[in-house]
Structure formats: structure tokens, C-alpha cells
């Protein structure tokens, strides 16, 4: 049964019990009006408690009804409305969450009560749409208009004491939400409803609303970039304010139906349904999520506390797992303690914020500068700068002091996981892990597994990653994993772009009116420039062993920019030297200034090599740096390196700005049409054969030929592929 109906003495409990999350599908919804209905009609009940089984109010609507018929059958609205009309009071058991649908189905509720570690909120705009079952319009009636666009537009998860300080929820229990919802509806039988019945109401306005809405929306549009849905929401709430309830709900309605029209809603489902798939790995060997069992980490060490270091540990306290963090010297331990104390001090006051003691979830963190120390952990997070040898010599210590079976990670960007774990004695419990900076807040995880990585390891670094919150993408070892193997080719498109007659600021603006957060110029200025430098001296693209007589704009036969190896020379590595591709005000400024400076070396330069000044038309500019991205993309699917899709668009959205609107690369890539990504890839290849990278790849050549299947099918090509190579 989809809702469960039992009687505590007067009060009719209805628990809605659909698995895993209680999502409102059309059979919750066909068991809620029969159960609702029933109790209605029962004169033994005198009022009706709302709740969710398994500690779970209810995740809202189910989204995979969203492209199929069975939303239409009983929309959540009508259901909302008969809830509302009751004569009897309903009240809401709040425990875990209620979102989306599931907070609009208990602000149809005349009262809501909420367990102290339940949040509740309207996520909708995540996933590209509004909450169209009411919630633009009761929330509104029942907080205001500033505080009801708040939590629609970011969609975020309100910890349910800031919901009672907001006025969303009526009271907050400690215990079960169940019985003290008993008790409350006991209370308010025979009381007078009509002010709880919220579509009754009228919005709170001033003469000020319209343009307090007007503002919103231009800042949404520069905030939002290109993102159709937190715009409808600002209508929609702009429709509640002084105007009938019905009036409000028939503009929700047309917004949904606009909104679905965008492609924007699908692609944002995608995203989050791919999020959530990327979590069920397989291995090459046949091993999967679901029939591997991790071990526990009870205790962990994070080796190294830079800035990566710094994040890592604050992220395993967070998750309640005690750390011991080593540092080389006294100083930089120091430096490195107090560090991680002050990101520790601002999670906790967010911990006393939900009304919840910090020391019960944040877990203490060991400073240390002794090996020794770190004999009994269950795994070791090493996190020192990217250099296979300070790393092969950590992991030579490791060996020597940690227990045989402790799991061994080594925090790399982009270095080679086998070569690492070669040191050791037991190369099956060494694992690759790319956290994101700042990682105590970045969500994304490349989990990197070696060539005898093992299925316990990878499941282990796979469960340690859901516990920290992120989101992790098992991958495949090859230099610079995933992420940032796919950026190479984007880079270089971006700098032929200039060599060819655009500047930094045309590039990146054609990037971020797309829905990209940073253009490549901004974010290497970001990163800086001297890392990719150093890589390239290392690799001898540049520097003293380039071979003399090499000309510049070559290296072994291919196309070569030296363009941003002459920013460095200069000492430009971006923001952190207050110039880079462009000017900031101050070293590590912010602030991006087109510098006529690298106007004037552009200038110089193409006059230098004799190339024609040909400034590239958006569509160019986005065609070359954003296919170069896809083709890159179908490469690593080919070599195994991501075994899915999905793998790669989770990266991109959550490590690399892209636009979730978008749902990702390989998405995108969907809904431009391979045939078309192809025929552009085709083109620029046999204009410049001297770009490699701009080769269709295989695997894309192939899905054209196939007839262009749905993404979600990519897969089996892949693995024909692979079988086949
Ligand atoms: C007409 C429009 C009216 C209303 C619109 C809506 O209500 S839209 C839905 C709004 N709700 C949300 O966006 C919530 C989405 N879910 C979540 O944020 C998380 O799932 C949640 C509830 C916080 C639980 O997180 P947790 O990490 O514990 O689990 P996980 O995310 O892995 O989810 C478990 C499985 O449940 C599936 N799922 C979650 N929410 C929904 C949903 N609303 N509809 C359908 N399915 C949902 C999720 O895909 C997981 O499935 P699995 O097969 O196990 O991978």
C-alpha cells in the first residue's frame, strides 16, 4: 500500500510508505485521497495526522512521472486543495524531509510539526521547474514575499528550527514528530480553521513589491546565467501578491508547461538522476556497487595541510570521523592547526544555527608531526603537492608504520595512481582520490582506481565519499584523469582563438553567456598560470630542452600556442601576480580588467608569425572550445577511463561550472545532434590535421553511424566498443 491508514484514539494517522523516499507518485496520490476520504467520512475521527514512513515525510513529486502521463491522473494541487478544504484539521508529522511536492502537500496541512533533524524546502528550481503544486503560491501567504523567494529560488534545504523561526513550521520536537503531531491535533479539534487554510489568505505587500520583484529578477538573470527557472519562480510569486489563489495557481501552471517547452527541466533531471547513478560503479572486472562491501573507516589520517590538505580533513570531521593530521614541520603544522580550527569554528556555529551540538557531529582533529601516530588508522588521506616523488616517498613511509590493511589514498589532480602505489606493499589498497577545492565544501570526488586497486578499496574510497557528502565518479587512471584531461583540448582551442583574432574577454564572454561560470581565461587566471606552465617545462614543451631550431608555434608536428608560456616568462600567473590574460587591481584581485597590454602583445604577435587577423563569430568560438570538450569526452569513454556519460557530466557540472541547465557535455552533445558535432569536428580537422585532438573520435563517428541513439544507450556502445578493441 502506497499510504497506510491507522487510529490513535480520535486521530486518523495517514503514512504515505512509498520507498525509498516517499515521492508523490500517482499511487501515493490515488492512496491518499481514498485514505484522506475515508477518514473524512468516519465519524470516529475528529482530525487527521499526515506522515511519511521510515523517518521521511515525503521527497516531493516522483520525477521520473514528469516526462510520462501519471502526473496528469491526480495532480498534486487538486489533492493539496481537498487536503486544505478539510473541515477536520490536518496536521503534518515533519520527520527527515519534506521537499518540493512533499512541503506543498504540508502547507496544505492547517499545522506542521517537525522533528529537530528534518529539513524541509522547495528544491525545484534544481531541477529546472517550480513548485507548481501550490507552493509559489501558499508559502508566500504564509512567510512573506522576501523570505518565500528565498527558499524557492535557491532551493534550498531549510534545517527545520530556521523553518519554525521563519513561520513554515509550527513547532519543533526533539523526539517523534508522529506523536507530538497526535498531541497537537488532539489540542485543536473543534477549533475555527479558516486562518490556517493559507490559500485563504492574502500575500503581505507593500507599495515597493513590484520593484522589489523586478530587482530580483535582473539579479536572478545575472546570478542564474541562462537559467529559465528561478526567473518563473519570481513570476509566480509575483502572481500571489494581492491576487486571488486561483489566479496564482492557473500562472504556476502556464509557467510549468513553459518551462517544460525550454528542455531545461529534462536536462536538469538528467543531472540529478545521473548523480545519483554514478554512485552505482562498475568495474571493468565484472565487480559493481552492489556486490562489493566496503569497510568501515572509523578513523582517518590526512597527510599534508595546504589548502587541499586543510579541506580534506574539515570534511572528514564534518562527517563525524576522528583525524589525525600530519605536517612535515613545526611551523607548517602550526599554520596548517589553526587553519582547519577556523573552518572547524564556522561549521560549528552552522551546527548551533540548526540547533544542533556540535559535538556530537563534528569529530576531533589530532594535529601531529610524527609518522607513528598514524599506526592504527583505517585510512590515510595523503594530500601534499602534486609531485610523484614527495608522494612515492610518503607512501614508502606509510608502509613502514600503518596497519597492512589500512586504505592508502593519494590526493593528485592528476598523477599516476600505479606508479605510487608500486612503493607499497600492498598496491590493492591504494586508491586515487581528486578532491575539489575548497574540498570541505566543493561536492565533487574523482575516486581514481590504479590497475590492482581493489574492489574493497574502491568500494571503501566509493561509501567514504557518500559520507563526506560528495558526489563521487569512480574513474579510470590515465594523466590527468577525467576533469582535467578533457580541459586540455578546450584550452587550446580557446588559445588558437586568440592567436586567430579574438581576445581573452571575446572567449570567455561567449562561454559565460552560454552558462559556463568562468571562460578559460578567467579560470586559468584563477588557477594560475604558472601550473599548467610547469607541466609543460616538465613535459619539455617549453624552456631550455625544446630543441633548438623547434619553431614556436609547433611541437612534434602539431600545433603549439606558446602564447601563455610568454605570460609566464613575464612573471604573469594570473590573479595571484595581479596580471595574467587579464589585469586586476592589486595581486590576487578579483576583479578581471581587459589589459590593453595583452592587446598589444596579441597584436604583435600575429604580425611576428604572419597570421591574418580573423576574429571567430560566437558560434565559432563556442562550436571549437565546447566540441573539443565533447570530442575529449567520447575519448576517455572509449579508453574506459569514465564507463558512462553521466560519469562525465556529473564531473563537469559539479567541478567545472558547467551550466546543470545544460545536464552536461555529453548531454549537450545529445541535443545539438552527434551528426552535427561530427560534421563541425570533420571540418575543422581537415582544415588544421596539425590538432590531434580535433579528430573525431571513434566512439562518435560510430554513434552517427548507428542512427544516433538516446544517451542513455551510449553505454552499450561503449562496451561493444571496448570488447571489441
Ligand atoms: C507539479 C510539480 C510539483 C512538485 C514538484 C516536485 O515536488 S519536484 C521534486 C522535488 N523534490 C526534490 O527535488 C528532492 C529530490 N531528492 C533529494 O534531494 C534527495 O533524494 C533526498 C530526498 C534529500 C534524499 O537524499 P539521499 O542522499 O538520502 O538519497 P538519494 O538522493 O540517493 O535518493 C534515493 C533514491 O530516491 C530517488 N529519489 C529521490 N527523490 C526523488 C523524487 N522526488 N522522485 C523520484 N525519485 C527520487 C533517487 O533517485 C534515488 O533513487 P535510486 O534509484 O536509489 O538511485
Same mark, same amino acid.
Given at each position: 500500500?502506497?499510504?497506510?491508514?491507522?487510529?490513535?484514539?480520535?486521530?486518523?494517522?495517514?503514512?504515505?510508505?512509498?520507498?525509498?523516499?516517499?515521492?508523490?507518485?500517482?499511487?501515493?496520490?490515488?492512496?491518499?485521497?481514498?485514505?484522506?476520504?475515508?477518514?473524512?467520512?468516519?465519524?470516529?475521527?475528529?482530525?487527521?495526522?499526515?506522515?511519511?514512513?521510515?523517518?521521511?515525510?515525503?521527497?516531493?513529486?516522483?520525477?521520473?512521472?514528469?516526462?510520462?502521463?501519471?502526473?496528469?491522473?491526480?495532480?498534486?494541487?487538486?489533492?493539496?486543495?481537498?487536503?486544505?478544504?478539510?473541515?477536520?484539521?490536518?496536521?503534518?508529522?515533519?520527520?527527515?524531509?519534506?521537499?518540493?511536492?512533499?512541503?506543498?502537500?504540508?502547507?496544505?496541512?492547517?499545522?506542521?510539526?517537525?522533528?529537530?533533524?528534518?529539513?524541509?524546502?522547495?528544491?525545484?528550481?534544481?531541477?529546472?521547474?517550480?513548485?507548481?503544486?501550490?507552493?509559489?503560491?501558499?508559502?508566500?501567504?504564509?512567510?512573506?514575499?522576501?523570505?518565500?523567494?528565498?527558499?524557492?529560488?535557491?532551493?534550498?534545504?531549510?534545517?527545520?528550527?530556521?523553518?519554525?523561526?521563519?513561520?513554515?513550521?509550527?513547532?519543533?520536537?526533539?523526539?517523534?514528530?508522529?506523536?507530538?503531531?497526535?498531541?497537537?491535533?488532539?489540542?485543536?479539534?473543534?477549533?475555527?480553521?479558516?486562518?490556517?487554510?493559507?490559500?485563504?489568505?492574502?500575500?503581505?505587500?507593500?507599495?515597493?513589491?513590484?520593484?522589489?520583484?523586478?530587482?530580483?529578477?535582473?539579479?536572478?538573470?545575472?546570478?542564474?546565467?541562462?537559467?529559465?527557472?528561478?526567473?518563473?519562480?519570481?513570476?509566480?510569486?509575483?502572481?500571489?501578491?494581492?491576487?486571488?489563489?486561483?489566479?496564482?495557481?492557473?500562472?504556476?501552471?502556464?509557467?510549468?508547461?513553459?518551462?517544460?517547452?525550454?528542455?531545461?527541466?529534462?536536462?536538469?533531471?538528467?543531472?540529478?538522476?545521473?548523480?545519483?547513478?554514478?554512485?552505482?560503479?562498475?568495474?571493468?572486472?565484472?565487480?559493481?556497487?552492489?556486490?562489493?562491501?566496503?569497510?568501515?573507516?572509523?578513523?582517518?589520517?590526512?597527510?599534508?595541510?595546504?589548502?587541499?590538505?586543510?579541506?580534506?580533513?574539515?570534511?572528514?570531521?564534518?562527517?563525524?570521523?576522528?583525524?589525525?593530521?600530519?605536517?612535515?614541520?613545526?611551523?607548517?603544522?602550526?599554520?596548517?592547526?589553526?587553519?582547519?580550527?577556523?573552518?572547524?569554528?564556522?561549521?560549528?556555529?552552522?551546527?548551533?544555527?540548526?540547533?544542533?551540538?556540535?559535538?556530537?557531529?563534528?569529530?576531533?582533529?589530532?594535529?601531529?608531526?610524527?609518522?607513528?601516530?598514524?599506526?592504527?588508522?583505517?585510512?590515510?588521506?595523503?594530500?601534499?603537492?602534486?609531485?610523484?616523488?614527495?608522494?612515492?616517498?610518503?607512501?614508502?613511509?606509510?608502509?613502514?608504520?600503518?596497519?597492512?590493511?589500512?586504505?592508502?589514498?593519494?590526493?593528485?589532480?592528476?598523477?599516476?595512481?600505479?606508479?605510487?602505489?608500486?612503493?607499497?606493499?600492498?598496491?590493492?589498497?591504494?586508491?586515487?582520490?581528486?578532491?575539489?577545492?575548497?574540498?570541505?565544501?566543493?561536492?565533487?570526488?574523482?575516486?581514481?582506481?590504479?590497475?590492482?586497486?581493489?574492489?574493497?578499496?574502491?568500494?571503501?574510497?566509493?561509501?567514504?565519499?557518500?559520507?563526506?557528502?560528495?558526489?563521487?565518479?569512480?574513474?579510470?587512471?590515465?594523466?590527468?584523469?577525467?576533469?582535467?584531461?578533457?580541459?586540455?583540448?578546450?584550452?587550446?582551442?580557446?588559445?588558437?582563438?586568440?592567436?586567430?583574432?579574438?581576445?581573452?574577454?571575446?572567449?570567455?564572454?561567449?562561454?559565460?553567456?552560454?552558462?559556463?561560470?568562468?571562460?578559460?581565461?578567467?579560470?586559468?587566471?584563477?588557477?594560475?598560470?604558472?601550473?599548467?606552465?610547469?607541466?609543460?617545462?616538465?613535459?619539455?614543451?617549453?624552456?631550455?630542452?625544446?630543441?633548438?631550431?623547434?619553431?614556436?608555434?609547433?611541437?612534434?608536428?602539431?600545433?603549439?600556442?606558446?602564447?601563455?608560456?610568454?605570460?609566464?616568462?613575464?612573471?604573469?600567473?594570473?590573479?595571484?601576480?595581479?596580471?595574467?590574460?587579464?589585469?586586476?587591481?592589486?595581486?590576487?584581485?578579483?576583479?578581471?580588467?581587459?589589459?590593453?597590454?595583452?592587446?598589444?602583445?596579441?597584436?604583435?604577435?600575429?604580425?611576428?608569425?604572419?597570421?591574418?587577423?580573423?576574429?571567430?563569430?560566437?558560434?565559432?568560438?563556442?562550436?571549437?572550445?565546447? +566540441? /573539443?570538450?565533447?570530442?575529449?569526452?567520447?575519448? *576517455? %569513454?572509449?579508453?574506459?577511463?569514465?564507463?558512462?556519460? &553521466?560519469?562525465? #557530466? @556529473?564531473?563537469?557540472?559539479?567541478?567545472?561550472?558547467?551550466?546543470?541547465?545544460?545536464?552536461?557535455?555529453?548531454? +549537450? /552533445?545529445?541535443?545539438?545532434?552527434?551528426?552535427? *558535432? %561530427?560534421?563541425?569536428?570533420?571540418?575543422?580537422?581537415? &582544415?588544421?590535421? #596539425? @590538432?590531434?585532438?580535433?579528430?573525431?573520435?571513434?566512439?562518435?563517428?560510430?554513434?552517427?553511424?548507428?542512427?544516433?541513439?538516446?544517451?542513455?544507450?551510449?553505454?552499450?556502445? *561503449?562496451?561493444?566498443?571496448?570488447?571489441?578493441?
Amino acid at each position: 500500500m502506497a499510504a497506510t491508514r491507522s487510529l490513535s484514539h480520535t486521530v486518523a494517522v495517514i503514512t504515505i510508505n512509498y520507498p525509498p523516499v516517499n515521492a508523490l507518485s500517482s499511487p501515493v496520490r490515488h492512496a491518499l485521497i481514498k485514505e484522506f476520504g475515508e477518514a473524512t467520512k468516519d465519524p470516529s475521527v475528529k482530525a487527521i495526522v499526515l506522515a511519511g514512513a521510515n523517518g521521511k515525510f515525503s521527497a516531493g513529486a516522483d520525477i521520473r512521472e514528469f516526462s510520462t502521463s501519471a502526473l496528469k491522473t491526480i495532480s498534486l494541487e487538486d489533492m493539496n486543495e481537498t487536503i486544505e478544504a478539510s473541515r477536520k484539521p490536518v496536521v503534518a508529522a515533519i520527520e527527515g524531509v519534506a521537499l518540493g511536492g512533499g512541503l506543498e502537500l504540508a502547507l496544505a496541512c492547517h499545522y506542521r510539526v517537525a522533528n529537530v533533524q528534518s529539513r524541509v524546502g522547495l528544491p525545484e528550481v534544481l531541477i529546472g521547474i517550480l513548485p507548481a503544486a501550490g507552493g509559489t503560491q501558499r508559502l508566500p501567504r504564509l512567510i512573506g514575499v522576501p523570505a518565500a523567494l528565498d527558499v524557492i529560488i535557491r532551493g534550498r534545504h531549510v534545517p527545520a528550527t530556521e523553518a519554525l523561526q521563519l513561520g513554515i513550521i509550527d513547532e519543533v520536537v526533539q523526539g517523534n514528530a508522529v506523536n507530538a503531531a497526535i498531541l497537537l491535533a488532539r489540542k485543536v479539534i473543534g477549533s475555527n480553521l479558516d486562518k490556517r487554510r493559507l490559500s485563504t489568505n492574502y500575500v503581505p505587500s507593500n507599495p515597493n513589491m513590484e520593484s522589489f520583484l523586478d530587482t530580483a529578477v535582473e539579479k536572478a538573470k545575472k546570478q542564474f546565467r541562462g537559467a529559465q527557472a528561478p526567473i518563473a519562480c519570481i513570476e509566480a510569486v509575483r502572481a500571489s501578491v494581492q491576487k486571488p489563489y486561483k489566479h496564482g495557481i492557473e500562472k504556476e501552471r502556464q509557467l510549468f508547461t513553459s518551462l517544460w517547452a525550454t528542455g531545461q527541466p529534462q536536462a536538469q533531471q538528467y543531472a540529478f538522476f545521473s548523480e545519483r547513478n554514478v554512485a552505482k560503479w562498475t568495474h571493468p572486472s565484472g565487480g559493481r556497487w552492489d556486490t562489493v562491501t566496503p569497510k568501515p573507516v572509523r578513523t582517518a589520517a590526512v597527510i599534508g595541510l595546504g589548502t587541499m590538505g586543510r579541506g580534506i580533513a574539515t570534511s572528514l570531521a564534518k562527517a563525524n570521523i576522528p583525524v589525525i593530521a600530519l605536517e612535515q614541520d613545526a611551523q607548517q603544522l602550526e599554520i596548517g592547526k589553526k587553519a582547519v580550527n577556523g573552518l572547524l569554528e564556522r561549521e560549528a556555529e552552522k551546527l548551533l544555527k540548526q540547533g544542533l551540538a556540535p559535538g556530537t557531529v563534528l569529530a576531533p582533529v589530532h594535529f601531529t608531526l610524527h609518522f607513528a601516530e598514524l599506526r592504527d588508522v583505517d585510512l590515510v588521506i595523503e594530500a601534499v603537492y602534486e609531485n610523484t616523488e614527495l608522494k612515492k616517498e610518503i607512501f614508502r613511509k606509510l608502509k613502514s608504520v600503518c596497519k597492512p590493511d589500512a586504505f592508502l589514498c593519494t590526493n593528485t589532480s592528476g598523477l599516476n595512481i600505479d606508479e605510487i602505489a608500486a612503493v607499497t606493499n600492498h598496491p590493492d589498497l591504494v586508491i586515487g582520490t581528486h578532491f575539489f577545492s575548497p574540498a570541505n565544501i566543493m561536492r565533487l570526488l574523482e575516486v581514481v582506481r590504479g590497475q590492482q586497486t581493489s574492489l574493497t578499496t574502491i568500494a571503501t574510497a566509493m561509501t567514504l565519499g557518500k559520507t563526506l557528502g560528495k558526489v563521487s565518479v569512480l574513474v579510470g587512471n590515465c594523466p590527468l584523469f577525467v576533469g582535467n584531461r578533457l580541459l586540455g583540448p578546450y584550452v587550446d582551442q580557446a588559445n588558437y582563438l586568440l592567436e586567430e583574432g579574438c581576445y581573452p574577454e571575446d572567449v570567455d564572454k561567449v562561454l559565460e553567456d552560454f552558462g559556463i561560470t568562468m571562460g578559460p581565461f578567467r579560470m586559468m587566471d584563477l588557477a594560475g598560470l604558472d601550473v599548467g606552465w610547469r607541466a609543460r617545462t616538465e613535459k619539455g614543451l617549453t624552456g631550455n630542452k625544446v630543441l633548438h631550431g623547434t619553431p614556436a608555434r609547433q611541437r612534434l608536428g602539431n600545433r603549439y600556442s606558446p602564447l601563455p608560456d610568454m605570460l609566464c616568462e613575464l612573471g604573469r600567473f594570473g590573479q595571484k601576480t595581479g596580471k595574467g590574460w587579464y589585469l586586476y587591481d592589486k595581486p590576487g584581485g578579483r576583479i578581471a580588467h581587459p589589459d590593453p597590454w595583452v592587446k598589444d602583445v596579441l597584436h604583435k604577435y600575429r604580425n611576428t608569425h604572419h597570421i591574418k587577423q580573423r576574429p571567430a563569430s560566437p558560434e565559432v568560438i563556442l562550436e571549437r572550445c565546447v +566540441y /573539443a570538450l565533447i570530442n575529449e569526452g567520447f575519448r *576517455v %569513454l572509449e579508453d574506459g577511463i569514465a564507463s558512462g556519460p &553521466e560519469d562525465i #557530466d @556529473v564531473i563537469y557540472n559539479n567541478g567545472y561550472g558547467w551550466p546543470k541547465y545544460r545536464g552536461g557535455i555529453m548531454y +549537450y /552533445a545529445s541535443t545539438v545532434g552527434l551528426g552535427k *558535432v %561530427l560534421d563541425v569536428l570533420e571540418k575543422y580537422h581537415k &582544415e588544421h590535421p #596539425d @590538432v590531434p585532438s580535433m579528430k573525431p573520435a571513434f566512439l562518435l563517428k560510430k554513434l552517427v553511424a548507428v542512427g544516433e541513439p538516446p544517451i542513455k544507450e551510449w553505454r552499450t556502445q *561503449v562496451g561493444n566498443l571496448v570488447h571489441k578493441l
